[in-house]
């Protein structure tokens, strides 16, 4: 035990007098998950809570496009800006450059009209089906082209090009809805519409039922910090590669090993010490970050962290996840023959298998083999327990099934650590 | 220790760099190991001390077979090597320390040690001085102080002297002579000549993996006519560059 401790101290020693190594394990890691949490959550409150600015030029003079108009703003995703009847296609490009606006819709002189008339074809046709009379009065035919065009800057996400079109599609419905209800009320009663009935009929407002699909069945809506925070942290924990495979490779080529082999001590005990030292410093990287959701993230504008309620399988999941970290670590430093080889191929490597473990891209939206793929990276394992206790509100039952891959993924690590250094004649 | 018949090769290389290689060095003795660069005395050294093992051969010492699993042999020799070896980034006190407890000392008799070898190597005023900032001579005395930590019966010492200054080198010197006159053998390899003829009784001088001379400085003085070590080496290796 003494030897133990002893090479314990020796390795605390020399790792607190490695600042670069600090700064790489610390500092780093710290301003890597406020930098992407603060980015991601502007993202999410451009999209949740801010509107994206729509540039409309309305060249129609009739109720129809004042109508669609309101509706769009009733939509809540955009906020209208109008632009000169006037302005040609070109004009309207320019002024999205202009005014940076990423969408822009141009509503023709005819579009009154040509909802009016289709209005009143859809209302001919209940009537009839009704066994009732249509209206005889012939209205001009339009070729069917779309109603209005939407220009978007290529910029603009996909995802977030959808939303807006379903936008769009939902306010032009609730107008062509309107117009279609007045002619058949007016053709059945031969007067106008009631307002209240209108907005009864129309504005009916259901809300969606929401049932948030947690281990707890709590409504805690996720936010970029119970995302990012973990995220970061696993990546985090497997960056100590930098130092501590680049430690094992210099007492590996330094002249203190070959003293080291012929002393009656076996090396086993110099790889323990480091375990254990390296596993306090995961654990060490893992309180620092939580802390900083918890007690950081809130006073400068971002969400809080809330950590989940079974903090068990919280320490758990993180000196698991750390002893992965550890073990990966020092098999690099352990095959590794100089600092360079094991600090390039593991930086490499760790960024190779957080995007494979679903840290950059999540893995639920990967295809099918790369799917499978992503279950080699210990990182996709860390990080779905860490999801199960962080956002599902799971405990430690729900995580096992997490925690044992990764747990065999790191006895693989040890055991190619053990053959490795005995084929070297190093224990 | 004794060495019968070795034979040694390095893995990925066909020719055989120590050959049918055969020596016996008394205990208590203070026995010198000479030869040009490149000659084989390192790696001699290393499978000595079991660092390597041979392909072919045994080597013993003490009694016991070197390059077994068991450490148990390690306590009984002290190693010093050519390289500085010990951690940069620590005090010489605290190197002291872990290799102490790495050598099988307590605690209570590793701080004693400790305490004493850093009062003889003259490294009290800078014991907590990080070695990494230390002089050529005084990261020698370090080096030094590891290898006889645990005060072994066997000090093999690979050039314990090189890049110092006289004070250093007549510090080692008269420190390894008094180690001697108490009972350890010593084994030792040096390029320093003269040094060497003040420390040894016994001597070997390796070429191309073999032992072409052995015995006492007088005895080979005798046998080649030649009055110096330095003399004795350069007629029996030649004038030629080995490296």
Redesign the interface.
């Given at each position: 035990m003494y030897k133990l401790w002893v090479t314990i101290k020796k390795d605390c020693k020399i790792l607190l007098r490695d600042r670069t190594g600090i700064l790489l394990m610390f500092v780093m890691p710290i301003i890597l998950v406020v930098v992407v949490t603060s980015i991601q959550n502007s993202t999410f409150q451009l999209i949740g809570k801010s509107k994206l600015p729509l540039l409309v030029c309305n060249k129609d003079t009739g109720q129809a496009s004042l109508q669609l108009i309101s509706a769009i703003n009733r939509v809540g995703l955009l906020k209208v800006s109008p632009l000169p009847k006037n302005e040609s296609p070109e004009d309207i490009k320019q002024a999205m450059k202009d005014k940076d606006a990423q969408l822009a819709i141009m509503i023709p002189a005819d579009f009154s009209e040509r909802e009016g008339a289709k209005a009143q074809n859809s209302a001919n046709k209940s009537l009839k089906s009704f066994g009732l009379q249509p209206d005889s009065t012939r209205h001009k035919a339009f070729l069917p082209e779309p109603p209005f065009t939407l220009y978007f800057s290529p910029i603009l996400q996909e995802s977030l090009r959808f939303s807006v079109q379903g936008g769009l599609t939902s306010a032009l419905q609730l107008v062509e809805g309107r117009e279609t209800l007045r002619k058949l009320y007016y053709a059945i009663n031969e007067k106008q519409l009631p307002p209240d009935l209108e907005n009864e009929m129309l504005n009916t407002q259901s809300a969606i039922g929401m049932v948030s699909v947690s281990k707890t069945g709590g409504l805690g809506l996720p936010n970029t910090t119970q995302h990012n925070v973990p995220a970061w942290t696993i990546f985090a924990m497997f960056f100590i590669i930098m130092s501590l495979s680049a430690s094992v490779v210099r007492e590996k080529t330094s002249g203190s090993f070959i003293r080291l082999k012929t002393l009656p001590t076996n090396y086993n005990v110099g790889m323990l010490s480091k375990q254990i030292t390296y596993l306090g410093v995961t654990l060490l990287q893992a309180m620092v970050i939580f802390s900083m959701g918890i007690y950081l993230f809130p006073l400068i504008g971002l969400p809080g962290l809330n950590l989940p309620s079974d903090l068990t399988a919280l320490v758990i999941a993180t000196v698991i996840t750390g002893w992965c970290a550890v073990s990966y670590a020092i098999m690099v430093g352990v095959f590794a023959t100089t600092q360079v080889q094991g600090n390039g191929f593991g930086a490499v490597s760790i960024v190779i298998l957080s995007v494979m473990g679903g840290l950059m891209v999540p893995s639920f939206a990967m295809q099918g083999g790369l799917r499978t793929v992503s279950n080699l990276s210990p990182l996709h394992w860390s990080l779905q327990a860490y999801y199960d206790l962080f956002l599902l509100g799971g405990k430690l039952s729900d995580v096992f099934v997490n925690l044992i891959p990764l747990f065999i993924i790191t006895l693989v690590f040890q055991l190619v650590i053990f053959f490795q250094l005995k084929r070297k004649n190093l224990i | 220790m004794s060495i019968e018949h070795i034979d040694f090769r390095y893995p990925g290389t066909d020719a055989a760099l120590l050959s049918g290689l055969n020596l016996n060095i008394e205990k208590g003795e203070s026995f010198g190991l000479f030869g040009p660069n490149g000659a084989g005395k390192t790696t001699l050294m290393?499978l000595m001390?079991?660092?390597l093992?041979p392909s072919v051969g045994e080597i013993r010492l003490l009694g016991h077979k070197m390059g077994t699993s068991s450490?148990?042999v390690?306590?009984l020799?002290g190693?010093v090597?050519q390289?500085?070896?010990?951690?940069r980034?620590?005090s010489a006190m605290?190197n002291l320390?872990?290799?102490g407890?790495?050598?099988?000392l307590?605690?209570k008799r590793t701080k004693k040690r400790t305490a004493e070898l850093l009062s003889i190597l003259g490294l009290e005023d800078v014991k907590d001085k990080?070695v990494g900032k230390f002089s050529g001579g005084m990261k020698r005395r370090v080096n030094l102080a590891?290898?006889v930590i645990h005060n072994p019966s066997v000090l093999f010492l690979d050039e314990p002297t090189v890049g110092v200054d006289v004070q250093t080198r007549h510090a080692i010197i008269s420190y390894l002579k008094e180690l001697n006159d108490n009972g350890t053998t010593l084994i030792y390899t040096s390029h320093q000549l003269t040094e060497a003829e003040t420390l040894c009784r016994q001597m070997a001088l390796i070429d191309s993996g073999k032992i072409i001379a052995e015995g006492t400085l007088e005895e080979l003085s005798k046998k080649y006519k030649k009055k110096s070590l330095e003399e004795l080496f350069i007629s029996l290796t030649g004038k030629e560059f080995r490296d």
């Open positions: - | 290393n001390t079991g660092v093992n450490k148990k390690n306590r020799f190693f090597p390289d500085f070896s010990f951690y980034e620590l605290e320390e872990f290799y407890a790495w050598a099988g307590d605690r990080e590891i290898g």
